[in-house]
């Protein structure tokens, strides 16, 4: 609440710290900043009435795709749902989650809405993701009629980073997690996906080509 014109006066004051602001007189402040004068003076008091809001640890990360029109293309489907799924884990990831749950979303051109899940060992990994996702969608999408709405969510989120799957995982495996990750970091989400949930209306060329020269 200090702008640049506020801390002036005060410091031509004499005011440098809290403790001396808290000392002045209220009927001083309000003289000299108005409602603004009696709001410093509580907070540097440590007088606030605003109530407590409890924090909470996200629940669940999810994001959904309403299309300008209904649409049965089988392909269409499968390229969105990768799209999305791939989008959101790589935020479970950035924010060093991992998800124990997911769920599938499709609203049909009726306007009936329908959701399957499943539980899932601990992950924030593309190909496990993505491999339930399908299989979900799969055995949702049964009615074969318009679709105008398809949705992901990754649920049960708990702290962690990238678990290793001691079967079927290796090192090379987080190494090019991490070095997928790196370069979305650097160039943006959409400057890498996989094949199946490109759009084709990108012009990446140029990025692409100044992202291999580094490595020439």
């Not at 392909?75 to 990831?93: G, S």
């Not at 090192?171 to 989400?189: C, F």
């Not at 959409?190 to 990108?202: E, P, S």
Request: charged share 30%.
């Amino acid at each position: 609440m200090v702008g640049a014109k506020t801390s002036e006066l005060l410091r031509r004051m004499g005011v440098d710290t809290i403790r001396v602001l808290s000392q002045i007189p209220v009927e001083m402040m309000t003289n000299l900043l108005g409602k603004n004068g009696i709001e410093l003076w509580r907070r540097a008091n440590g007088i606030d009435d605003t109530p407590i809001v409890p924090w909470h640890e996200q629940k669940s990360i999810g994001t959904e795709n309403t299309f300008e029109t209904d649409t049965i293309d089988i392909n269409f489907l499968h390229n969105e749902l990768v799209r999305m799924t791939e989008k959101i884990a790589f935020e479970l990831r950035d924010t060093n989650k991992l998800a124990g749950c997911i769920t599938v979303k499709l609203r049909y051109s009726d306007f009936q809405t329908e959701t399957i899940q499943a539980t899932i060992p601990y992950s924030a990994a593309d190909h496990v993701l993505l491999s339930k996702a399908k299989d979900l969608f799969t055995k949702l999408y049964k009615r074969r009629q318009l679709v105008r709405l398809i949705g992901v969510r990754f649920s049960h989120l708990v702290p962690g980073n990238y678990q290793i799957n001691l079967f079927d995982d290796t090192q090379e495996m987080v190494n090019l997690y991490q070095a997928i990750d790196s370069v979305k970091h650097k160039y943006g989400e959409q400057f890498l996906t996989r094949a199946a949930g490109y759009d084709g209306k990108r012009d990446d060329k140029p990025k692409v080509e100044k992202w291999l020269r580094q490595f020439k």
